[in-house]
T-cell receptor
Framework: GENVEQHPSTLSVQEGDSAVIKCTYS??????FPWYKQELGKRPQLIID?????GEKKDQRIAVTLNKTAKHFSLHITETQPEDSAVYFC????????????FGTGTSLTVIP | GAVVSQHPSRVICKSGTSVKIECRSL??????MFWYRQFPKQSLMLMAT?????????EQGVEKDKFLINHASLTLSTLTVTSAHPEDSSFYIC?????????FGPGTRLTVT
């Protein structure tokens, strides 16, 4: 089955700096890679996703890159703000098959004002 | 769009009793829903995949007789924790699949005394 690894487990950055979270996956059949943000005691919220036919996707301060050959994808947050502090999860799945998501172990991001 | 509700948000029950948690997709139909368990500061652990009109698929190590799942309609899945014990105390989150994406409910905090 699929195995998703996520690094780092914790990350602290100064407000205004950039944050990068990296994930690797093992199954080359995976073709959909979402990122979720989860604040304490709340539900995970989809913040950005990318499909395997695209190498990069950007939405304002958030971007995701995908390297299919190396089987890794990364989340980039620029100009970080205190409200970006949360736990971020990456996931991998095979879209449109009904298959489950395989989640990474999470990254706790703290943005220091 | 893509709103998922979950009820109740918090429940306290006595050891030996059963608790039912409901997960509803409010503005879309979901043939597939997922049930997760999340321990503090940990990732989402998939318990089972719930398919409308058919039996749920349980992950290895999850007792199907203890965690009963019913997906009776395209907008409702229920998880019943039977004969609950203190070790079942946890945060339970459902999600509903729409095309490739999963949208999460707000979670249910179960405390068994």
């Amino acid at each position: 089955g699929e195995n998703v690894e996520q690094h780092p487990s914790t990350l602290s950055v100064q407000e205004g700096d950039s944050a990068v979270i990296k994930c690797t996956y093992s199954d080359s059949a995976s073709n959909y890679f979402p990122w979720y943000k989860q604040e304490l005691g709340k539900r995970p919220q989809l913040i950005i996703d990318i499909r395997s036919n695209v190498g990069e996707k950007k939405d304002q301060r958030i971007a995701v890159t995908l390297n299919k050959t190396a089987k890794h994808f990364s989340l980039h947050i620029t100009e970080t703000q205190p409200e970006d502090s949360a736990v971020y999860f990456c996931a991998a799945s095979m879209a449109n098959t009904g298959n489950q998501f395989y989640f990474g172990t999470g990254t706790s991001l703290t943005v220091i004002p | 769009g893509a709103v998922v509700s979950q009820h109740p948000s918090r429940v306290i029950c006595k050891s030996g009793t059963s608790v039912k948690i409901e997960c509803r997709s409010l503005d879309f139909q979901a043939t597939t829903m997922f049930w997760y368990r999340q321990f503090p500061k940990q990732s989402l652990m998939l318990m089972a995949t719930s398919n409308e009109g058919s039996k749920a698929t349980y992950e290895q190590g999850v007792e199907k007789d203890k965690f009963l799942i019913n997906h009776a309609s395209l907008t409702l899945s229920t998880l019943t924790v039977t004969s609950a014990h203190p070790e079942d105390s946890s945060f339970y989150i459902c999600s509903a699949r729409r095309v490739a994406e999963q949208y999460f409910g707000p979670g249910t905090r179960l405390t068994v005394t």
